[in-house]
């Protein structure tokens, strides 16, 4: 008998031979399990501060984490004020310069890093005793030096300034604008204002105000144990002072009373970017959480997504097309997002709508929601193997006022949620008849029929309500692209003048995100040209004519040209594009007139035989160009490149620009060309 069974351990094929396995139906789901989660070691120090504990030794390595359960608040003049205390804690305490602070944590191998609300230190477990002595000094006694001030608000306006040329940073602070209103802190906004106004005093007075021991969560995780935990917690932070917090409230946004379209007129944009947002009421933890979590997931969870399916796979409007509840113990959120080619962005908007109302209307297929279901549980699952999870969950039963035993029977309530469940949600949390619907992109070419999804409003950067783009006024039938581009060539000192330029060195720099670079231009017409834009003395980018022969480099490397790379040079080497243009019987039409930068400009289109059409536009007053525009390509995809020619000046009876602005969205190139030299006798040679 034993051999037989032995045999059959062995021959596991033998065994199953006998067993009929129906594979073309799923197996039937179990009943899901209430899980052991393992709970944290918790104690509360006599200040208040209560200290979680997650020991885990697997990995030699421990953290800290420091969080304060703060109320939102609003900051008026100052906004902004609270992150600026968070970047200036981590930036030197009362007894340490930042340089000797980075220093000590360097020598350690540890990280300490501060936010408005929290703190955070890791370290191997051998140095971590020493990390948490520093960690203390910098949440107990920071310095906010006035100098590490002045740095922080200059590295803050240079983001703000970048994310203004950001579509998705435009959108997200006009959503929250519209959503939330300026009088919520959701919806406050740090602005170049607010961020001139902060001072030490009032970076101090928020610490005073907010860092206090009993509003905080203190959490170890890793290779600790409890006891060396709270003698730590204990030696560093029990004569840490408590003190009251203030508890301010806020008005509850509330959805808009009709759908609002809010366009933001970006003209550089050859794709617009898509928000359809709405404030709902869900908190976390509340019964539709988790309902609402599946629902939410069957629109727009990424690739399994309807949205993803619809926009991306189905009609190629966008890369990816994606959908969210957030639950928040103010007001949460529905947001729907994606960015979609510009000429779609209206059918793209249909096929949101289209899709919130099959989800509304039509029952979610059993096999779907079961699929998002498992999808759901897989994820809970794998998040239970890091052991910073328990302290998270054990961290938001306490903020939010969790049932204790909500995470042991999320899957048991995820188990429960059926397609009714889900089509209850949508109805009750897609609001598609009252929301907001935010339009980043070039307005003139993607608001034309978006006025039947609902009120169409104008709004700046930053959510303020604006004026529509004023459309191109009609051109006299008299004036003729020809005829303008022969005004600007008049305009720059006329042919004779231009023919007149023998060779012309121009020598200058270019900025870009803050670093100077060196720029040298070199002409002999027509038989030689060059540019460099050099890093140090280095050719970082560099274009070469010279008899005939054409050559691109980029960090030293020969870049191949094209027939179109060749056109493109010559019209550099002929400095007077619009010379080059006339000789080589380009098209030009009309397109209007156009305001750039308050000023009438005639908009021409240029169509060269070989190249990129381009569209330059000529100051009516003037006749002098003041700014063009291309679509080049960019990792990215397609990008519209503005050229704004700022400055003229006259060399030999020619006006040149001598300060250009090249906007390419989300980077821009200052030009300035400081030495201009002309008919100096350059030779052939000397361009190479």
């Keep these: 008998m034993k051999k037989i069974f032995l045999g059959l351990l062995l021959s596991p094929a033998l065994l199953f031979a006998q067993v009929k396995i129906d594979r073309t139906k799923a197996p039937a789901p179990t009943k899901a399990p209430f899980i052991s989660i393992p709970k944290p070691v918790i ?23 420091l969080s304060l359960e703060l109320e939102p608040i609003l900051e008026g003049a100052i906004a902004g004020n609270a992150d600026m205390a968070g970047s200036l804690m981590r930036r030197g305490t009362t007894t340490k310069t930042k340089a000797v602070l980075d220093e000590e ?26 990390s948490f002595d520093l960690f203390s000094q910098v949440i107990l006694s920071p310095s906010f030096d006035e100098k590490e001030l002045e740095k922080v608000k200059k590295q803050t306006l240079s983001g703000l300034k970048s994310s203004k040329d950001n579509p998705e940073s435009i959108a997200s602070r006009v959503v929250d604008k519209l959503m939330y209103g300026a009088n919520h802190p959701y919806g406050e906004k740090e602005t170049e204002a607010t961020i001139a106004k902060i001072g030490v005093k009032d970076v101090k007075e928020y610490y005073n105000t907010y860092w206090k021991p009993n509003a905080g969560y203190l959490i170890f995780v890793g290779d600790i144990t409890p006891t ?59 019964v539709d959480d988790i309902p609402t979590d599946v629902m939410a997931n069957i629109l727009g969870g990424g690739f399994s997504g309807r949205l993803f399916a619809n926009l991306r796979e189905k009609y190629a409007f966008t890369y990816g097309a994606y959908a969210d509840v ?23 908007i249909g096929q949101f709508l289209y899709e919130f109302n099959r989800l509304k209307k039509e029952v979610t297929p059993a096999d779907e929601v079961s699929r998002m279901k498992n999808y759901l549980s897989g994820a809970f699952a794998r998040s239970l193997e890091q052991p910073s999870t328990v302290a998270r969950f054990a961290l938001n039963t306490a903020i939010y006022g969790l049932p204790a035993d909500y995470y042991q029977k999320y899957l048991a309530n995820l188990a429960a949620v059926d397609n009714k469940a889900v089509q209850a949600m949508a109805n009750k949390y897609i609001t598609d008849g009252n929301m907001y619907i935010v339009v980043v992109g070039n307005a003139k070419e993607v608001s034309k029929g978006l006025e039947k999804y609902g009120e169409v409003k104008y709004f700046d950067v930053n959510g303020n309500p604006t004026e529509a783009p004023s459309a191109a006024k009609k051109v006299d039938a008299s004036i003729t692209g020809l005829s303008i581009i022969q005004k600007a060539i008049a305009a720059y000192g006329g042919a004779d003048a231009i023919a007149s330029l023998k060779d012309v060195q121009m020598d200058g720099s270019v900025t870009v995100m803050g670093q100077n670079l060196a720029i040298s231009n070199k002409y002999i017409f027509p038989v030689a040209y060059s540019t460099a834009v050099l890093f140090n003395g280095m050719a970082m980018q560099k274009e070469v004519i010279n008899n005939g022969n054409y050559v691109k480099s980029q960090r030293g490397q020969s870049i191949p040209t094209t027939d179109e790379d060749k056109a493109e040079m010559d019209e550099s080497a002929a400095l007077i594009a619009e010379n080059y243009h006339v000789a080589k019987d380009a098209k030009f039409v009309v397109k209007g007139i156009e305001q750039v930068e308050g000023e009438d400009a005639y908009a021409v289109e240029i169509t060269p035989k070989i190249g990129k059409p381009t569209t330059a536009f000529y100051s009516v007053k003037t006749g002098l160009k003041v700014k063009s525009t291309e679509v080049a390509k960019s990792p990215q995809g397609d990008v519209v490149v503005s050229t704004y020619y700022k400055t003229y000046k006259t060399f030999n009876g020619v006006q040149l620009p001598v300060s250009m602005l090249i906007d390419q969205g989300a980077l821009k190139l200052d030009i300035n060309f400081t030495d201009v030299k002309v008919n100096t006798g350059i030779k052939v040679e000397d361009i190479k």
């Design 43 to 65: 104690f509360t120090l006599a200040n208040g501060l209560k200290v979680y504990v997650v020991q885990n030794a697997k990995l030699p390595r421990v953290s800290a984490t």
């Design 105 to 130: 944590i360097d020598f350690l191998g540890a990280s300490i890093s501060t936010s408005a609300s929290g703190a955070f230190v890791a370290s191997l477990a051998t140095n971590f005793p020493k």
């Design 228 to 286: 060396n935990a709270k003698a730590l917690a204990e030696k560093y932070f029990a004569n840490w002072k408590k003190g009251n917090l203030p508890k301010p409230t806020y008005t509850t946004p509330t959805a808009p009373q009709k759908t609002i379209v809010a366009i933001i007129d970006r003209p550089a944009s050859v794709q617009s970017v898509l928000k359809l947002v709405a404030p709902v009421q869900l908190k976390p933890g509340a």
């Design 326 to 348: 957030n639950t928040d113990k103010l007001v949460g959120a529905f947001n729907a997002n994606a960015s979609v080619r510009n000429e779609k962005t209206d059918s793209a």
